[in-house]
């Protein structure tokens, strides 16, 4: 593609892309604009609709003040005059103010008058009784207006929605008691609807809410924007739109949705501007682009062409030993060309060198294990080997992005300077300094770095520096022993020097030329063992049939080898069986034309299988033929190790947070059903059979919640919360599970009077559970463990040395494994520590367990005897085993239950109304709040609340009570879950609440809860 091809595609690309971008901001301009204007009108519409349905609604209440303040209909309600019914109750002058159905019923739910009219067809008929039930007493009706004495509001019955109003019948001057209560109803049908589509000349349709249909039509995001803000807007296409209203009964449930199409004339005006917008800016562009094109065809693109082509010739042509004609004319482009062809001259002189220089460069670089590096006197780095890419994961366009400080740690900082310092002022023109970096992984890693800096012949004073660097994390000792052996090595070849040069002055000449044969060997040597003898990497070559032709000391130190023995020059690595065939697979893709491969492969090293990772270079002779094998390894066993631990702990925590959901949501259920079982126990007589079988059921249920303890252990445990443990039977439960599928027998001594422990019972059952598994994988062969416990008083100054004075339990469990050694004794407790094989998190899990309960546990050990673990506990009395005083429960509380179940509101409402208290549910902390401030507004605060700590979906008991606090300091709430290991249900005064519950519970045990808080409350 020539020249001008490429201007023109290159101004075409950013004509495409200006087109885009003004497309897009003019596009984003003009959007904002239109969608606000058509949002403003859309509200404007809704809110009308709005007016007009409130407008349906007030007209009714009015009618029944005006109807309900005459004398005459509280003369009728009182003494039942039919005169007044006959003057004033006229069947046409209700069908004329279309009312539907009028109802007087007296206080007591007895209809004392009702009819239902037919405004279309002008008669009247008897009232539905569906819709009568709900003013007789038990209805809703009659209930909302003894507590509102007025109202007016959206109801349904039988399936009609309709405008209803209910007010009780005074004198006219207000005075009196109310003798009875007037209803009015305004079905919404066609007719009506019709009323409020004249009212706001628009297009209306009403239906009753259906949440899963609406949900479904709307879409997710809509319909809870339409529950959260009582509208809604939902565009059909480009020109039309449908405007929703959700309206609420008296009760605030959601009964009606009002629906109105609109149509989108702004947004079908919004696209005609764009379009018309971006046709004027593209034609405009056109036509700029096209002058300039002429332009610059004109002035520069000929004279380009033709330099391009006189280029193009010589690439073509005879390289670099051509030249570019330049004529006489003097411009940048004909002094281009003059520098170009300067160019070619020092090219074409300089081409020999730099190809061979080339060769020897690879060689000697590239295929290093050691990491070479260049970096200017900015610090930025300028070139870096293969080897120090892989070491530090990067590729070799990222170079610029990285100096030699970012790669360091800060604190080696000072010490780099200081060898920079000391390159700069002359001392030899390098510096050699051991430095902690960052590898790929991550981890710090002390290197070697010997720093060179590179004379420029323009600039004396050097412009780059070289970096050989190798990993000497496990071998700065070594590195410490070779440098004073080479600085002795030194300090004999000077004393020779001298020695020679003393002895015989006629051989001076001869002696200089030595010295400095002996001067350039010895920089020879310095920068072999640098390269190769100091490094950490194990490095060997070998003749093709095996034997070793070379190994630097650290391949001799790893394998034990002295190469100055026939059979150490023949050794050959231990590989296991299962990786010999890869092995030899991977050494048969080698060849010529792919001689350098890496590969891992495990090792037998001392009865120790260590992972190794191996680079194999093939190198051949001039006459192709395979002379020798190299190889630079590494061990990565550790590496490998870490690798499979992560992932066990990564599965371990995911394990953890599933059982604790799940247990979190059995709890739920079994407070529900232990709830219901309660309930019908309590609806038969004691010496009925279906009441013991039912009380047997229902203690069932509760030791269920064992099996939620169990679960819950494989949780992180969290925050203990305490509570009189049996230790004894929290023994006899872990045993069975720890000896499940093994030859080992657990035989134990647990003496009645052992006291009881002050403990979380899942989490001591965890770490029980975790040192008798311990125990019982001591002993491969299988055997007995011993159990015992006993109680024990730890004084001032006295016993185990990490245990406060007091009281504690003690229970210690022997093995007769193969016992433990004093060096490993130190990291039994160590996160993945294990003599076994293969580590976890048991005995590290058990102690931190202990630990958070103010106990300790110790161990004794000895080799091919045995372990003896102990686990020392807080103590505390035994139980007394009580349960709370039914019959003097408080008769007059009034309780708010707080709880996302509903079958728990309930059964929980139902049990606690039993025994006499008065109880109303919320289902969210934020309806919590709100009957709370209502409750204190109208004077009849709660005694007590009762919240769950989680609720889905909405805001949770520990948020909720810092707000109700905020309204009344001294209310009193109990705090219940499912999940118990929350640091709220530990310490529930911490965070507000008087009492705690946890979930399931019988009903005798949130009673005695209330009870204990409510007679603190009464000072008893």
């Given at each position: 593609?020539?020249?001008?091809?490429?201007?023109f595609?290159?101004?075409?690309?950013?004509?495409?892309?200006?087109?885009?971008?003004?497309?897009?901001?003019s596009?984003?301009?003009?959007?904002?604009?239109?969608d606000?204007?058509?949002?403003?009108?859309?509200?404007?519409?809704?809110?009308?609709?709005?007016?007009?349905?409130?407008?349906?609604?007030s007209?009714?209440?009015?009618?029944?003040?005006?109807?309900?303040?005459?004398?005459?209909?509280?003369?009728?309600?009182?003494?039942?005059?039919?005169?007044?019914?006959?003057?004033?109750?006229?069947?046409?002058?209700?069908?004329?103010?279309?009312?539907?159905?009028?109802?007087?019923?007296?206080?007591?739910g007895?209809?004392?008058?009702?009819?239902?009219?037919?405004?279309?067809?002008?008669?009247?008929?008897?009232?539905?009784?569906?819709f009568?039930?709900?003013?007789?007493?038990?209805?809703?009706?009659?209930?909302?207006?003894?507590?509102?004495?007025?109202?007016?509001?959206?109801?349904?019955?039988?399936?009609?929605?309709?405008?209803?109003?209910?007010?009780?019948?005074?004198?006219?001057?207000?005075?009196?008691?109310?003798?009875a209560?007037?209803?009015?109803?305004?079905w919404?049908?066609?007719?009506?609807?019709?009323?409020?589509?004249?009212?706001?000349?628009?297009?209306?349709?009403?239906t009753?809410?259906?949440?899963?249909?609406?949900?479904?039509?709307?879409?997710?995001?809509?319909?809870?924007?339409?529950?959260?803000?009582?509208?809604?807007?939902?565009?059909?296409?480009?020109?039309?739109?449908?405007?929703?209203?959700?309206?609420?009964?008296?009760?605030?449930?959601?009964?009606?949705?009002?629906?109105?199409?609109?149509?989108?004339?702004?947004?079908?005006?919004?696209?005609?501007?764009?379009h018309?917008y971006?046709?004027?800016?593209?034609?405009?562009?056109?036509?700029?682009?096209?002058?300039?094109?002429?332009?610059?065809?004109?002035?520069v693109?000929?004279?380009?062409i033709?330099?391009?082509?006189?280029?193009?010739?010589?690439?073509?042509?005879?390289g670099?030993?051509?030249?570019?004609?330049?004529?006489?004319?003097?411009?940048?482009?004909?002094?281009?060309?003059?520098?170009?062809?300067d160019?070619?001259?020092?090219?074409?002189?300089?081409?020999?060198?730099?190809?061979?220089?080339?060769?020897?460069?690879r060689?000697i670089?590239?295929d290093?294990?050691d990491?070479?590096?260049?970096?200017?006197?900015?610090?930025?780095?300028?070139?870096?080997?293969?080897?120090?890419?892989?070491?530090?994961?990067?590729?070799?366009?990222?170079?610029?992005?990285?100096?030699?400080?970012?790669?360091?740690?800060?604190?080696?900082?000072d010490?780099?300077?200081?060898?920079?310092?000391?390159?700069n002022?002359?001392?030899g023109?390098?510096?050699?300094?051991?430095?902690?970096?960052?590898?790929?992984?991550?981890?710090?890693?002390?290197?070697?770095?010997?720093?060179?800096?590179?004379?420029?012949?323009?600039?004396?004073?050097?412009?780059?520096?070289?970096?050989?660097?190798?990993?000497?994390?496990?071998?700065?000792?070594?590195?410490?022993?070779?440098?004073?052996?080479?600085?002795r090595?030194?300090?004999?070849?000077?004393?020779?020097?001298?020695?020679?040069?003393?002895?015989?002055?006629?051989?001076?000449?001869?002696?200089?030329?030595?010295?400095?044969?002996?001067?350039?060997?010895?920089?020879?040597?310095?920068?072999?063992?640098?390269?190769?003898?100091?490094?950490?990497?194990?490095?060997?070559?070998?003749?093709?049939d095996?034997?070793?032709r070379?190994?630097?000391?650290a391949?001799?130190?790893?394998y034990?080898?002295?190469?100055?023995?026939?059979?150490?020059?023949?050794?050959?690595?231990?590989?296991?069986?299962?990786?010999?065939?890869?092995?030899?697979?991977?050494?048969?893709?080698?060849?010529?034309?792919?001689?350098?491969?890496?590969?891992?492969?495990?090792?037998?090293?001392?009865?120790?299988?260590?992972?190794?990772?191996?680079?194999?270079?093939?190198?051949?002779?001039?006459?192709?033929?395979?002379?020798?094998?190299?190889?630079?390894?590494?061990?990565?066993?550790?590496?490998?190790?870490?690798?499979e631990?992560?992932?066990?702990?990564?599965?371990?925590?995911?394990?953890?947070?599933?059982?604790?959901?799940?247990?979190?949501?059995?709890?739920?259920?079994?407070?529900?059903?232990?709830?219901?079982?309660?309930?019908?126990?309590?609806?038969?007589t004691?010496?009925?059979p279906?009441?013991?079988?039912?009380?047997?059921?229902?203690?069932?249920?509760?030791?269920?919640?064992?099996?939620?303890?169990?679960?819950?252990?494989?949780?992180?445990?969290?925050?203990?919360?305490?509570?009189?443990?049996?230790?004894?039977?929290?023994?006899?439960?872990?045993?069975?599970t720890?000896?499940?599928?093994?030859?080992v027998?657990?035989?134990?001594?647990?003496?009645?009077?052992?006291l009881?422990?002050?403990?979380?019972?899942?989490?001591?059952?965890?770490?029980?559970?975790?040192?008798?598994?311990?125990?019982v994988?001591?002993?491969?062969?299988?055997?007995?463990?011993?159990?015992m416990?006993?109680?024990?008083?730890?004084?001032?100054?006295?016993?185990?040395?990490?245990?406060?004075?007091?009281?504690?339990?003690?229970?210690?469990?022997?093995?007769?494994?193969?016992?433990?050694?004093?060096?490993?004794?130190?990291?039994?407790?160590?996160?993945?520590?294990?003599?076994?094989?293969?580590?976890?998190?048991?005995?590290?899990?058990?102690?931190?367990?202990?630990?958070?309960?103010?106990?300790?546990?110790?161990?004794?050990?000895?080799?091919?005897?045995g372990?003896?673990?102990?686990?020392?506990?807080?103590?505390?009395?035994?139980?007394?085993?009580?349960?709370?005083?039914?019959?003097?429960?408080?008769?007059?509380?009034?309780?708010?239950?707080?709880?996302?179940?509903?079958?728990?509101?309930?059964?929980?409402?139902?049990?606690?109304?039993e025994?006499?208290?008065?109880?109303?549910?919320?289902?969210?902390?934020?309806?919590?709040?709100?009957?709370?401030?209502?409750?204190?507004?109208?004077?009849?605060?709660?005694?007590?609340?009762?919240?769950?700590?989680?609720?889905?979906?909405?805001?949770?008991?520990k948020?909720?009570?810092?707000?109700?606090?905020?309204?009344?300091?001294?209310?009193?709430?109990?705090?219940?879950?499912?999940?118990s290991?929350?640091?709220?249900?530990?310490?529930p005064?911490?965070?507000?609440f008087?009492?705690?519950?946890?979930?399931?519970?019988?009903?005798?045990?949130?009673?005695q809860?209330?009870?204990?808080?409510?007679?603190?409350?009464?000072?008893k």
């Open positions: 593609m020539s020249i001008r091809y490429k201007i595609a290159v101004l075409i690309v950013m004509l495409l892309l200006l087109v885009i971008m003004m497309n897009f901001v596009g984003f301009i003009i959007d904002s604009s239109y606000q204007l058509e949002q403003r009108e859309a509200d404007n519409r809704i809110s009308q609709l709005h007016q007009a349905l409130h407008i349906r609604s007209d009714i209440g009015l009618l029944v003040r005006d109807y309900s303040d005459w004398n005459d209909t509280y003369d009728f309600s009182y003494s039942y005059n039919q005169e007044y019914l006959d003057a004033n109750f006229l069947d046409t002058t209700f069908i004329s103010q279309n009312i539907d159905v009028v109802v007087i019923s007296g206080l007591n007895t209809i004392m008058y009702s009819k239902t009219f037919d405004s279309t067809n002008k008669v009247a008929y008897p009232t539905d009784q569906a009568l039930s709900h003013l007789r007493d038990g209805g809703y009706l009659l209930q909302r207006t003894s507590e509102m004495k007025e109202w007016n509001g959206y109801t349904v019955s039988s399936g009609y929605l309709g405008w209803t109003a209910c007010r009780e019948i005074f004198m006219s001057d207000g005075g009196g008691e109310p003798v209560i007037l209803t009015f109803v305004r919404i049908n066609e007719a009506n609807i019709d009323r409020i589509g004249q009212l706001t000349t628009y297009d209306v349709d009403i009753g809410f259906n949440g899963l249909a609406l949900e479904e039509r709307l879409g997710h995001d809509r319909f809870n924007s339409l529950l959260n803000d009582g509208r809604a807007s939902v565009a059909e296409n480009d020109s039309a739109m449908t405007l929703y209203l959700l309206e609420y009964d008296t009760f605030d449930n959601p009964i009606l949705v009002l629906s109105s199409p609109y149509e989108r004339s702004i947004n079908v005006q919004r696209i005609d501007t764009l018309n971006m046709i004027y800016f593209v034609l405009t562009i056109l036509i700029i682009l096209i002058i300039f094109m002429m332009m610059l065809e004109r002035v693109i000929r004279k380009v033709k330099f391009d082509k006189d280029v193009d010739d010589i690439s073509n042509g005879r670099i030993l051509r030249r570019i004609q330049v004529d006489g004319r003097s411009d940048e482009i004909t002094t281009l060309a003059a520098s170009i062809n160019m070619l001259r020092n090219i074409e002189e300089a081409q020999r060198s730099v190809v061979e220089s080339e060769r020897r460069y060689a670089v590239q290093q294990t990491l070479i590096f260049r970096f200017g006197k900015d610090g930025q780095l300028t070139f870096a080997n293969d080897s120090f890419l892989r070491y530090y994961g990067m590729k070799p366009e990222d170079l610029g992005k990285w100096t030699v400080l970012s790669i360091m740690d800060p604190e080696c900082k010490q780099f300077d200081e060898g920079m310092h000391g390159i002022l002359g001392n023109g390098s510096a050699c300094m051991q430095l902690r970096c960052h590898n790929a992984e991550g981890q710090k890693r002390w290197q070697q770095w010997t720093v060179s800096r590179i004379i420029d012949l323009e600039d004396v004073t050097g412009s780059d520096f070289q970096v050989v660097a190798g990993d000497i994390t496990a071998q700065r000792e070594a590195d410490l022993e070779l440098r004073r052996y080479r600085d090595l030194e300090e004999m070849v000077q004393d020779r020097t001298q020695e020679l040069l003393a002895a015989n002055d006629a051989l001076a000449k001869e002696v200089e030329k030595r010295r400095k044969v002996e001067l350039d060997l010895q920089e020879s040597q310095s920068q072999y063992k640098a390269v190769v003898e100091d490094q950490t990497e194990l490095i060997a070559r070998m003749y093709p095996g034997r070793i070379f190994a630097n000391n391949y001799l130190r790893y034990n080898l002295d190469l100055r023995s026939e059979e150490a020059r023949r050794f050959t690595p231990n590989i296991l069986d299962e990786d010999q065939n890869s092995y030899s697979n991977f050494l048969s893709t080698l060849n010529r034309d792919r001689p350098v491969g890496m590969t891992e492969y495990r090792v037998l090293l001392d009865e120790e299988v260590r992972w190794q990772q191996w680079t194999y270079r093939l190198i051949y002779d001039s006459n192709g033929t395979l002379a020798e094998i190299q190889g630079v390894g590494r061990d990565i066993t550790d590496r490998k190790r870490m690798e631990e992560m992932v066990r702990s990564e599965r371990l925590e995911s394990l953890g947070i599933l059982a604790g959901g799940m247990a979190h949501e059995f709890n739920n259920t079994l407070t529900k059903v232990l709830g219901n079982v309660t309930l019908a126990k309590n609806m038969v004691p010496d009925d279906l009441h013991k079988r039912l009380e047997v059921t229902e203690r069932s249920i509760y030791d269920a919640k064992r099996l939620t303890d169990n679960i819950l252990t494989f949780s992180d445990g969290g925050e203990p919360i305490k509570q009189p443990v049996d230790l004894a039977e929290t023994i006899r439960d872990a045993a069975g720890a000896t499940a599928g093994s030859n027998r657990i035989e134990m001594s647990l003496p009645d009077d052992l009881w422990a002050d403990a979380d019972p899942s989490q001591i059952l965890q770490a029980v559970r975790g040192v008798l598994i311990n125990a994988e001591s002993m491969p062969k299988g055997g007995v463990v011993k159990v416990a006993s109680n024990m008083m730890v004084e001032t100054g006295e016993g185990a040395s990490e245990l406060a004075p007091g009281r504690y339990v003690r229970a210690d469990i022997i093995d007769h494994g193969d016992g433990i050694t004093k060096e490993k004794l130190l990291h039994i407790f160590d996160p993945y520590f294990s003599t076994k094989g293969r580590g976890g998190l048991g005995l590290s899990s058990a102690l931190s367990i202990v630990k958070r309960h103010n106990g300790t546990i110790s161990v004794e050990s000895a080799v091919h005897v372990s003896k673990f102990s686990i020392f506990l807080p103590a505390t009395d035994r139980p007394k085993v009580t349960g709370p005083d039914l019959a003097q429960t408080p008769m007059a509380a009034h309780i708010l239950l707080m709880d996302d179940e509903e079958g728990i509101l309930e059964v929980g409402s139902e049990l606690l109304k025994y006499g208290y008065s109880v109303e549910c919320a289902r969210t902390g934020e309806e919590a709040i709100k009957m709370y401030e209502d409750a204190v507004g109208s004077g009849r605060i709660y005694d007590l609340l009762t919240m769950d700590l989680t609720i889905k979906g909405g805001m949770g008991g948020d909720a009570i810092k707000r109700i606090l905020e309204i009344d300091p001294a209310a009193k709430a109990i705090v219940s879950s499912g999940y290991h929350d640091p709220v249900m530990a310490h005064r911490e965070y507000g008087k009492g705690v519950v946890k979930k399931p519970y019988m009903i005798a045990e949130m009673l809860e209330i009870n204990r808080i409510l007679d603190a409350t009464d000072g």
